[in-house]
């Protein structure tokens, strides 16, 4: 399949008093037409602000993009024009956020909000955005969208406002969705449903699907293929099956191990020691080499690159241990020893 979006040598960095924070350092990912491509990684490793610097809502100052390539349909972002942007923005690519309430207005009914956004980008008469208005919001689950529309977004649940938010972005049949940690906020039930609806988006209009999540169940119940994220950069990536049967960054398979497990005994939930490194602290090499069971010398020493493992599945992984070009063999032996340098 035909990618839709390629991302390459992404850099955004906010520009503080207290330094530079390289939010995202060179982020390469793909996502093909018709894929829901799930990023996961711990709170801060740059997931938001890969998806902001994406849809080009960085503010600035303090946050800037730096570097590299934001490829949407053989077109750069980073160099269209803001006029252009905004078109792209809510036509061809819409974002949902986590807490739906930030984003919708509590002094208009929701059909006033679903309909503005329907004639702003489909420039149509009122009454015919609002026959659209009722028929996504029934697209999305809702029950008695004719009612609904004349509700204020404080009357709806949860659940109810994150499909609205979801009615809405599909407002313009969008040919990618990114949805920022969009069932965070919800119950387990409710987050299933919206799960289910993106699933059901994606088979019945082909939209791709960049969904962010730290949640590694709701990656393997809705995603093909997974980015994982760790201090601003790739650090592996692999399709579903290959990633949960099969993960080779240390840091992956600690974060599979933190998934609560249903079969066997109950055990304490694993969680990885340590956390993420501040920005003015960050390792010379691997930037998860403080927290690795298994970093060796030359972890601490360089960065390693973001590696084909595979070419089959196309799993990728920036890991010394799987690099051909150092003896992998040297480096479990040094593995353990704990390299402080
Ligand atoms: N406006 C800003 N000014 C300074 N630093 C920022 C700003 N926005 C984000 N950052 C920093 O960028 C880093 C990445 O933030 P980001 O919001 O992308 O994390 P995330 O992966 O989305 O985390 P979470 O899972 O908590 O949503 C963090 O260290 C954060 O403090
Ligand atoms: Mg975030």
Redesign the pocket.
């Known amino acids: 399949m035909k990618p839709i979006l390629e991302v390459r040598g992404l850099k955004t960095h906010?520009f503080?008093d207290a330094g530079v924070?390289r939010?995202?350092d060179g982020v390469d990912f793909t996502i093909k037409q018709g894929e829901i491509l799930g990023i996961v990684?711990?709170?801060?490793?740059?997931?938001?602000?890969?998806s902001?610097s994406i849809m080009r809502l960085?503010?600035s100052p303090?946050?800037k993009t730096v570097g590299g390539e934001i490829m949407f349909q053989g077109k750069n972002l980073l160099a269209v024009s803001e006029k252009e942007m905004r078109s792209i923005r809510g036509n061809e690519i819409a974002m949902i956020f986590?807490e739906p309430m930030t984003s919708l207005n509590p002094a208009f009914r929701i059909g006033a909000q679903i309909c503005e956004a329907i004639q702003l980008h489909l420039g149509i008469g009122r009454s015919q955005a609002r026959q659209r208005a009722v028929e996504l919001l029934r697209e999305v689950g809702i029950p008695r969208p004719e009612q609904l529309i004349f509700e204020y977004p404080h009357q709806l649940s949860g659940g109810m406002r994150q499909r609205v938010m979801i009615a809405m972005a599909m407002a313009c049949r969008p040919k990618l969705l990114i949805a920022?940690?969009p069932t965070t906020a919800l119950d387990v039930t409710i987050q299933a449903q919206i799960l289910t609806l993106m699933r059901r988006i994606r088979d019945e209009a082909g939209t791709s699907i960049m969904l962010?999540t730290?949640d590694l169940g709701v990656v393997a119940e809705t995603c093909d293929r997974v980015v994982v994220?760790y201090a601003?950069k790739v650090i592996e990536e692999a399709d579903v099956k290959t990633l949960f049967k099969n993960p080779k960054h240390p840091y992956t398979q600690g974060l599979l191990q933190s998934v609560p497990k249903l079969k066997g005994p109950r055990e304490r939930l694993y969680s990885i020691p340590g956390s993420?490194p501040v920005?003015h602290a960050m390792p010379k090499g691997c930037k998860f080499a403080p927290r690795c069971p298994l970093a060796g010398q030359a972890c601490w020493e360089s960065e390693p690159e973001l590696l084909g493992v595979d070419e089959r599945t196309l799993h990728h992984v920036r890991c010394w241990l799987h690099h051909d070009s150092r003896s992998a063999a040297d480096l479990v032996k040094t593995a353990g020893k704990g390299g402080t340098t």
């Open positions: 906010f503080t924070v939010s995202v990684g711990e709170s801060g490793c740059g997931k938001s602000v890969t902001l960085i503010p303090p946050g986590q920022d940690e962010i730290h994220m601003g993420i920005p």
